[in-house]
């Protein structure tokens, strides 16, 4: 089993930037590729960026690419998402999740936290 808790969320005006952590406990970390998801009210749960286990190889959904950065420190079980240029509708619940591959065309989660709520004001 792995543990998964985000942290980080919040209200944040328009161009500001916001930092969310998920922190792991269980299994090796490592052992997984971690990713970000979010849903939005009313819309289903959409990709947002994905590590490989040794944070080598790193992919983003389009809307967010060039503004997100997905990072991860093994040595403390932590995956993070930097999140610059914010935009009102990157209004959402962020979820970490752990999976087995991080390519976005074949994500599997393993785990899920809780969420994160991110709030953008226009």
């Known amino acids: 089993q792995v543990q998964l808790v985000e942290s980080g969320g919040g209200l944040v005006q328009a161009g500001g930037s916001l930092r969310l952590s998920c922190a792991a406990s269980g299994r090796t970390f490592s052992n997984y590729a971690m990713g970000w998801f979010r849903q939005a009210p009313g819309k289903e749960r959409e990709f947002v960026a994905s590590i490989s286990g040794r944070g080598g190889s790193t992919y983003y959904g389009d809307s967010v690419k060039g503004r997100f950065t997905i990072s991860r420190d093994n040595a403390r079980s932590t995956v993070y998402l930097q999140m610059n240029s914010l935009k009102p509708e990157d209004t959402a619940v962020y979820y970490c999740?752990?999976?087995?591959?991080?390519?976005?065309?074949?994500?599997?989660?393993?785990?899920w936290g809780q969420g994160t709520q991110v709030t953008v004001s226009s």
């Open positions: 999740a752990a999976g087995s591959n991080p390519y976005p065309a074949s994500w599997q989660s393993d785990y």
